[in-house]
């Protein structure tokens, strides 16, 4: 009970000190909402004031003279009561922040998340036949190609394949958005089949550069859960390799690598920023880039505040996973 | 957008307005091709006697928008927000005369039928046109007028021309279908921004509920309006306008539908241009002959020059070099801007000129012998060199400058390093650098820079709004705070009073009061122009004809010009839809 407590209050400490810097960094960077606003007002000839850039900043719940500190006790509360407010930024002023997240997460959870759980799935499934079969075929050649494919940036494996496959007049695949302009979205196959035309490129690059940490590390701990005295006493028991493979050694080598699956589900809230950014795909990671070139700190404030939500909530979950799987993580609790 | 991709990202959100709105120019204007058959449908006579034109072409077609967005649609369409009023200011509400920047302020009535200024131009009464309904069938009266103009005076933020701080609007009243409208002078000058540039809502709709409660962050999904075009529907990947069928001039719009996608990048928008799958674009296409001109004999493209690209000295005398006046001389006249316009701009944009008059745009304020006499009509390295030396500078003792600049613009780096060799040379050691489009707006703002490569603004019906924001004393600040628009902080009083004489002159008045200003440009070089910015525009006229060309500028060709495109679309009709 002390751990799970100690726990819940360290989520808490973190979250504070998370939103503390969510607010503090964007505030830092160069720039101010008022400029960007006096670049769109940019119009006819006509000249900004910024008395004028303020009011209308102001009227979008955005106060410029409102002190610092003030503005982070606003910030706190509207943050914690989901109170989000509007967009500032270029040319999504006075877009509802609640509803430019919702438009844009389905399409990241669709993308990321999926290719996030299938490189884990995949990753691990490999990890252990190559581990369960050292020195194998499997082994000699899946493992190293992978952890070179994962050593490769995000943009340039996504570059890469834009200039293989989506390149030039017929190209065999989309290398841009989320699915053709002028199809609306509706339960057709004609919609369903261009999503996932548009989702192939970018789900491939997350996938073939993510999947060779866990095929490494789940390989590496397959081997030293091996040479456990249980394996041996299961291989004793003549039980059948599958089940050893499977349910002796997979299970327990599975655990070192919960956490690292959890913070990385975190981090799909965040997007890829730079595959959706070379894709042009209108998710979480092309709208932070989109906020962050606009100064838009309700914007910002809401993403930031989703990732560390996310990741926080995903590492308390694998935390109270380990502690209901693991027995040592409750006896020294 | 017009950059090349990482720099239209990089700048969308803050500099999409400017970049879409401010640049560009014309040049070779290689297509006179096709496109006169449009010129026909008489787009000028149109509308100027309310109405007219009648249906001189069947109903039918429609056009397809290709302009990066940069990000998916929010799908809102007030008018007063600075963001989205390009969405639905000419296709959704229109003003109530439209001012034709191109055809030297050129005037067409739209919802005022006629006007008549006081003699002393203080007070201006304008006549609504009848018989005109909104597109929910009430009809829009003089009421609806004074009620734009007085929510505007209600809530600062609807104000976006500043008419009741700036320009001294006083009251406007409704009488009868008359509106008058009094100001604390004289208003002429702000006749551009005040009746070609406010769209009018209808008082019905923003007088009770929401848009009342919140006029200015109000979303006005289903935006209702007099225009030609209404919203049906919007997506975050597209927006259908659909023709209004009760628009008021009788037999249009001949188009019928008008598709605008939200273009992530660049590269589609392009390529669906230059596939003919969208007809109207407002895009930046390297190497368009190649990229979009020679895929189809339909393919066109047109870019009149509207402002000026220049070099931006910082006149404040902490900067030594650059607030010294024969420093200013030299590179004036080490420029030679027909290279920079040719290798920097692929010839898209044309060479400026230092009196600072964009032409052919503005050809009547242009003073040609005088700026022969002062010798910058052509590059002159040895005069540079000599003014150079008086300002204890040279080739053994070069003087280090550095310019700042957007990246991603790559067109303005391509420029500038055409600037840097010729200004290597006489003794200058120009150094450029790249800034990201925020740390780049900041320093041009408050002053931080030597010089500085833009400045992005916009023009008007004559050279004296663009120049008025550059060299007006007030739109300056001291160093280290934004500057409205003065960004290179030129002070000159007799400048000043020039700029507050033209406000009151007649039309000869303003046009030598130009020349005067153009006079001191030439004595005083506050900014160095290289090279004239244009807007982008292509179109394609496989079924669409009635486009704005070079020859019949009847409106402010890109899609991204607005009021403009409500011309446009009222002059387009579909060959196909004639049989």
């Not at chain 1, 610092?68 to 706190?76: A, E, K």
């Not at chain 1, 965040?270 to 709208?287: A, R, S, W």
């Not at chain 1, 308390?316 to 380990?322: R, T, V």
């Not at chain 2, 060799?421 to 820079?449: C, H, S």
Request: some cysteine; aromatic content about 10%.
């Amino acid at each position: 009970m002390r751990f799970l407590l100690r726990r819940l209050g360290f989520f808490v400490l973190t979250l504070w000190a998370a939103m503390t810097i969510n607010f503090l960094i964007p505030h830092m960077m160069p720039g101010s909402p008022a400029q960007v606003l006096k670049a769109k007002l940019n119009h006819s000839g006509r000249i900004a004031s910024p008395e004028q850039l303020n009011a209308l900043l102001a009227s979008f719940g955005f106060d410029p003279h409102a002190g610092l500190f003030s503005q982070y006790i606003t910030y706190l509360k509207d943050m914690l009561t989901f109170n989000w407010g509007v967009s500032i930024g270029g040319s999504s002023l006075g877009a509802s922040v609640t509803s430019m997240i919702r438009q844009a997460l389905p399409w990241t959870l669709g993308l990321v998340g999926v290719a996030t759980i299938m490189a884990f799935v995949i990753g691990t499934l490999i990890g252990i036949v190559a581990g369960w079969r050292r020195g194998g075929l499997l082994d000699g050649i899946v493992p190293p190609v992978f952890v070179v494919t994962s050593a490769l940036p995000y943009f340039w494996v996504a570059l890469l394949s834009i200039v293989l496959f989506a390149n030039g007049a017929h190209a065999l695949l989309p290398n841009d958005g989320n699915y053709d302009l002028g199809l609306q979205p509706e339960w057709s196959g004609q919609f369903i089949g261009s999503v996932l035309k548009h989702a192939i490129l970018p789900a491939g690059t997350i996938l073939i550069t993510a999947i060779g940490g866990w095929i490494l590390t789940m390989r590496n701990n397959t081997i030293t859960t091996l040479a456990e005295d249980y394996v041996r006493m299961a291989r004793a028991k003549g039980l059948p390799n599958r089940r050893i493979m499977f349910d002796y050694a997979a299970r327990n080598a599975l655990l070192p690598n919960l956490s690292g699956f959890a913070m990385s589900l975190g981090y799909v809230i965040g997007g890829t920023i730079l595959v959706e950014y070379v894709f042009n795909y209108p998710g979480l990671g092309h709208m932070f880039y989109l906020a962050t070139a606009g100064t838009d700190y309700p914007l910002l404030q809401a993403l930031f505040m989703l990732v560390t939500l996310a990741v926080l909530v995903c590492v308390l979950i694998a935390d109270f996973a380990i502690f209901l799987l693991d027995p040592r993580a409750r006896a020294k609790g | 957008m017009r950059r090349l991709k990482g720099a239209a990202v990089a700048v969308s959100v803050g500099v999409l307005a400017a970049a879409c709105g401010g640049s560009s120019h014309n040049t070779s204007n290689t297509t006179p091709t096709s496109s006169a058959t449009g010129a026909t449908s008489a787009p000028s006579s149109a509308p100027s006697s309310g109405g007219s034109a009648t249906g001189e072409h069947k109903k039918g077609g429609s056009v397809t928008i290709s302009n990066e967005a940069g990000q998916n649609w929010t799908c809102q369409f007030n008018p007063f927000n600075p963001a989205v009023n390009s969405l639905s200011l000419g296709f959704v509400y229109e003003p109530l005369v439209y001012v034709n920047s191109l055809q030297a302020g050129k005037e067409t009535p739209m919802l005022a039928s006629s006007y008549k200024w006081s003699d002393d131009k203080k007070s201006i009464t304008f006549l609504i046109r009848d018989g005109v309904k909104w597109n929910d069938g009430q009809p829009v009266t003089a009421d609806d007028v004074a009620f734009t103009f007085n929510l505007m005076k209600q809530n600062s933020a609807l104000d976006l021309y500043s008419l009741w701080t700036g320009a001294g609007l006083q009251s406007v009243t409704a009488n009868g279908n008359q509106v008058t409208m009094a100001f604390a002078g004289n208003a002429q000058t702000y006749f551009y921004l005040f009746a070609g540039q406010v769209g009018i809502v209808p008082k019905h709709i923003w007088s009770t509920g929401d848009p009342a409660a919140k006029p200015d962050t109000w979303a006005d999904e289903k935006p209702v309006g007099s225009g030609p075009f209404m919203v049906n529907p919007c997506t975050p990947n597209n927006i259908t306008y659909t023709a209004n069928p009760d628009y008021w001039q009788p037999g249009k719009p001949w188009i019928q539908k008008v598709q605008y996608p939200a273009y992530l990048d660049n590269g589609p928008a392009n390529l669906d241009l230059a596939n003919g799958k969208a007809q109207w674009g407002g895009q930046y296409i390297p190497n368009i002959d190649a990229a979009y001109k020679s895929k189809s004999k339909d393919n066109n493209y047109w870019f009149p020059p509207m402002t000026n690209v220049a070099l931006i000295p910082n006149n404040d005398p902490s900067h030594k070099a650059t607030s010294t006046l024969a420093v200013r001389q030299a590179i004036a006249a080490a420029l030679d801007r027909q290279k920079i316009s040719e290798l920097g701009e692929s010839g898209y944009q044309p060479a400026a000129n230092q009196t600072g008059i964009v032409t052919p745009t503005f050809d009547k304020y242009f003073d040609a012998d005088a700026l022969k006499a002062s010798g910058y009509d052509k590059p002159n390295p040895d005069k540079a060199k000599q003014l150079l030396t008086s300002a204890g500078y040279g080739p053994d003792k070069p003087l280090k400058l550095t310019v700042i600049t957007v990246s991603g613009y790559t067109d303005w780096d391509a420029s500038l390093a055409v600037v840097k060799q010729q200004l290597k040379p006489i003794g200058i050691d120009l150094t450029v650098q790249d800034l990201e489009g925020q740390t780049y707006n900041d320093r041009l703002y408050k002053g931080d820079f030597d010089l500085a490569y833009g400045p992005q603004l916009s023009g008007g019906p004559s050279p004296y709004y663009e120049l008025r924001q550059l060299l007006y004393s007030k739109n300056s600040a001291p160093i280290g705070t934004d500057a409205p628009s003065n960004y290179e902080r030129y002070s000159n009083a007799e400048v000043d009073k020039l700029f507050d004489d033209y406000a009151t002159a007649d039309d000869a008045t303003q046009v030598s009061i130009i020349k005067q200003i153009s006079a001191h440009m030439i004595s005083d070089v506050p900014f160095i122009p290289t090279t004239e910015s244009v807007d982008w525009y292509q179109y394609n006229t496989s079924d669409l004809q009635g486009w704005p060309t070079k020859d019949n500028a009847y409106a402010q060709p890109a899609p991204w010009n607005f009021p403009d495109d409500e011309q446009v679309l009222l002059n387009l009709w579909s060959k196909s839809a004639q049989k």
